[in-house]
């Protein structure tokens, strides 16, 4: 039996780094502090579905909270005047309250095809929309060795084309080298 681990887990303060970085002194305030970025998370990743958000980074200090959205689509998350990202602080400053101050800034992703969590999200939406899966899975790969990556591996897993029995297929081109912690990995899962 494998032990699977995160790669990106795996190689935190080596080449990659905290999605949330903040210091509590007391576990109440870890528990509080833990459970407001999950919260925060759930309502970005609910609302922003189609703005093609990889990732979000939480920064906390004594009285300020930092949000950070890498997004794809900044259009989207911005909306006509800004209306939209007025509309998501006001519900993320009811997540947190009122006594911290929130500032919310975005970073454009300029190459989304070599971006692990849009391209599973991707796969996911086209498995939904119920194109086929090889077909899928090929295109991505293609799609990301195109872009400019060294290496991609895409693996689906489930009822694949409606059958009875679950089963797994992959796909991979190039390098993927999990084994050498100084790799530049990135790691994203998608659900159909």
């Given at each position: 039996?494998?032990?699977?681990?995160?790669?990106?887990?795996?190689?935190?303060?080596?080449?990659?780094?905290?999605?949330?970085?903040?210091?509590?002194?007391?576990?109440?305030?870890?528990?509080?502090?833990?459970?407001?970025?999950?919260?925060?998370?759930?309502?970005?990743?609910?609302?922003?579905?189609?703005?093609?958000?990889?990732?979000?980074?939480?920064?906390?200090?004594?009285?300020?909270?930092?949000?950070?959205?890498?997004?794809?689509?900044?259009?989207?998350?911005?909306?006509?005047?800004?209306?939209?990202?007025?509309?998501?602080?006001?519900?993320?400053?009811?997540?947190?309250?009122?006594?911290?101050?929130?500032?919310?800034?975005?970073?454009?992703?300029?190459?989304p095809a070599i971006e692990a969590q849009l391209i599973a999200d991707s796969l996911a939406f086209q498995l939904e929309k119920r194109i086929a899966f090889r077909r899928a899975m090929k295109r991505a790969v293609q799609q990301a060795m195109d872009a400019g990556a060294k290496g991609i591996r895409v693996i689906c897993d489930g009822r694949l084309a409606g059958t009875e029995m679950t089963r797994r297929e992959g796909y991979r081109q190039g390098t993927v080298p999990l084994g050498t912690f100084r790799a530049d990995v990135d790691f994203g899962q998608g659900l159909a």
């Open positions: 039996m494998g032990h699977k681990v995160n790669p990106v887990c795996l190689r935190l303060e080596i080449t990659k780094n905290w999605r949330s970085r903040w210091f509590a002194p007391t576990k109440k305030l870890f528990v509080q502090y833990l459970q407001e970025d999950r919260r925060i998370r759930e309502l970005l990743k609910e609302e922003l579905a189609s703005a093609a958000v990889a990732r979000v980074e939480i920064e906390r200090s004594t009285d300020r909270v930092r949000i950070i959205v890498h997004t794809a689509r900044p259009g989207i998350l911005i909306g006509r005047r800004g209306e939209n990202i007025q509309r998501l602080q006001e519900m993320v400053q009811g997540i947190i309250g009122t006594d911290r101050q929130l500032k919310m800034d975005y970073v454009e992703i300029t190459n």
